[in-house]
């Protein structure tokens, strides 16, 4: 039986397959299952929601920030992946990720995603400085830009 969470990575690492520019994936941490490596020098963070409608909601625990944030220690670029049930993919950078989330808060924090019919993804959070809207259609070209 699969676990929840390799269906819902499946989905992100599979759109890198078919982009063609994904040379190797690795595990970042053996510990947890939540980032790897791509092609070397690109991290990403993986995270799911399994509600089926909008708005999705994404919770951050104190070591799920700090495994991000290790990421961008070890790699060039890091980014978030935030995985809309089968809805879409939302993909932040570092930046977009310090201008939602408090990095320095120490307690459980959380990001919204929600989106209309036709519509780009809005992202909100404790910080909430994030005033434009994200596309599913922009991973995995981020990354690779």
Not at 59 to 76: A, C, G, N, R, S
Request: aromatic content about 14%.
């Amino acid at each position: 039986m699969s676990n929840e969470f390799e269906f819902y990575h499946g989905v992100a690492l599979c759109r890198l397959i078919h982009d063609k520019r994904l040379q190797s994936v690795a595990l970042f941490r053996t510990d947890r299952n939540s980032s790897y490596l791509i092609n070397v020098s690109i991290g990403i963070f993986i995270k799911y929601s399994t509600k089926r409608l909008t708005p999705w909601y994404f919770t951050f625990m104190p070591h799920h920030i700090e495994e991000f944030f290790d990421l961008t220690k070890h790699k060039l670029k890091t980014f978030l992946l935030l995985v809309c049930k089968n809805d879409g993919i939302v993909c932040l950078n570092v930046t977009e990720v310090k201008m939602v989330l408090d990095i320095e808060y120490t307690k459980n924090q959380g990001i919204s995603v929600s989106r209309r019919p036709r519509e780009k993804y809005k992202i909100s959070g404790p910080l909430d400085n994030i005033k434009y809207k994200f596309g599913d259609n922009e991973f995995p070209e981020k990354i690779f830009r």
